[in-house]
């Protein structure tokens, strides 16, 4: 399924960005938790809106760093049940959150069981201290994979310069959902162009061709979407949609490709 976080549409309403992302052709939402923004918050009114656009909220995402307790984690995966939600997404804490590390680690398998619902593990930045001290705990494709169900972060990814395509081979079926978005330099979450350093196209006919079950999710800056002029941004919305009709749903040269997923 192809999905639209909403933090990509930041500034517009919830009620628009259902809209746009209907009207451009994705199939569902990604509802990225905001504590400063009460809507997101907001079960009854989130399940109004879905109803209204008749458009599912797929995934949540739960920044362990704006939610940075079990305390207030909780609320967010009650919230994702009431909804209706397939997918929570959980981003990797900080080294010192180790509250928040011990729910992840210790208690989240027995939430999947007792839930019926995945709850994945997003690779963090990769941002360090004093330059050279990772920051974030599970900062690795051995955690991530321990943890049981990952979302890659195509952007996350080349910051900590690790090819895509390598890690959905170590990943393997631990890989449930492509937050996608491109990079270049220290810039990241950009729209997909061939300026860009991330492989993306590689990486969506490898997915294809290994039958990839799981969701893409379009996590761009709202300045990349240019969100502030609307023809423009639903204009790049459609090219996105068709970016992974063309990629990934259509025939492609993806078993042709060499192991580094470049062109000859």
Known sequence: ????????????????????????GFDGIELTLDPDDFDTLDAAYIAQVARDADFPVIIVRISTKKFASEKKIRPGIELAVSI???????????????????????????????LGMSICLRNPRGDLIFGFLPQDSMNNMKDLKEFGEVCLDTSYLMKKRVNPLQAVEELGEALKVIHFSDAKGESIHLLPSNEGEVPLESLFQKLKKKGFPG????????????????????AHLRSMKA?????????????SLPPDGTKP
């Open 215 to 234: 969701d893409f999710v379009l996590t761009v800056s709202p300045e990349s979407l240019e969100v502030q002029d609307r023809e423009k941004m639903i």
């Open 243 to 255: 970016f992974y009709e063309n990629n990934f749903l259509k025939k492609s040269e993806a078993a």
């Open 1 to 24: 399924m192809l999905l639209l976080s909403t933090d990509s549409l930041q500034g517009y309403g919830l009620n628009r960005i259902f809209q746009f992302a209907k009207e451009t």
């Open 84 to 114: 209706g939600a397939k997918r929570i997404v959980l981003t990797a804490p900080r080294k010192s959150s180790r509250g928040v590390l011990s729910f992840i680690r210790n208690e989240a398998a027995e939430l999947r069981e007792k």
